[in-house]
């Protein structure tokens, strides 16, 4: 069955730092797609990046970028030049298609919480 | 802007009683979905429907239902509600396979149940 994994429940770094959030996933399909998700203490539930399984290129959205490695099925999240306002919670995700609907589910994490220090 | 829209962000409600949780969408999305989150546990699927009518169980359905009469609304049941179920209500929809959904789901901003 599918999983994801997010093995640090909490993190604290200092503003301005680079910080890698990591995630594993378990699938074995071949075509999947990989989500980052951003949850801020208000709840909204706010889309980073995408990674499909396809793609040769690891995505990158501004201040995010993707760290795919396929072979050890990571997707570990990069923030770049962190700022206070990237405390918030982060999930991580995993697309899976259901073979008889034509509903894509997507599974996600158990999270990490960011904390970043002024 | 494209909103998914929960009707209420917090609700107290007592055992046993019948809990109705509504979504809309405004994006004509095929896929709706319902998801608890605790913590420690991230987000679990309760339903989700892929078509007006349909509905599928997800990974934790025990003591929910749900409805689909409409495209754009999808609501969720809590049948006789229990302390168990005190927890954090997020509805998403999406596009339909096939299509370019590399952004995922839209979210609702989410429903904070307790039951007491």
């Given at each position: 069955a599918q999983k994801i994994t997010q093995t640090q429940p909490g993190m604290f770094v200092q503003e301005k730092e680079a910080v890698t959030l990591d995630c594993t996933y378990d699938t074995s399909d071949q075509s999947y797609g990989l989500f980052w998700y951003k949850q801020p203490s208000s709840g909204e539930m706010i889309f980073l990046i995408y990674q499909g399984s396809y793609d040769e290129q690891n995505a990158t959205e501004g201040r995010y970028s993707l760290n795919f490695q396929k072979a050890r099925k990571s997707a570990n999240l990069v923030i770049s030049?962190?700022?206070?306002?990237?405390s918030a919670m982060y999930f991580c995700a995993m697309r899976e298609y259901e073979g008889y609907s034509s509903a894509s589910k997507i599974i996600f994490g158990s999270g990490t919480r960011l904390s970043i220090r002024p | 802007d494209v909103k998914v829209t929960q009707s209420s962000r917090y609700l107290v409600k007592r055992t046993g009683e019948k809990v109705f949780l509504e979504c809309v969408q405004d994006?004509?999305?095929?896929n709706m979905f319902w998801y608890r989150q605790d913590p420690g546990l991230g987000l679990r699927l309760i339903y989700f429907s892929y078509d007006v009518k349909m509905k599928e169980k997800g990974d934790i359905p025990e003591g929910y239902s749900v409805s689909r009469e409409k495209k754009e609304r999808f609501s969720l049941i809590l049948e006789s509600a229990s302390t168990n179920q005190t927890s954090m209500y997020l509805c998403a929809s999406s596009l339909g396979q096939?299509?370019?959904?590399?952004?995922g789901y839209t979210f609702g901003s989410g429903t904070r149940l307790t039951v007491v």
């Open positions: 030049a962190s700022q206070l306002g990237d | 994006m004509d999305h095929e096939g299509q370019l959904d590399n952004y």
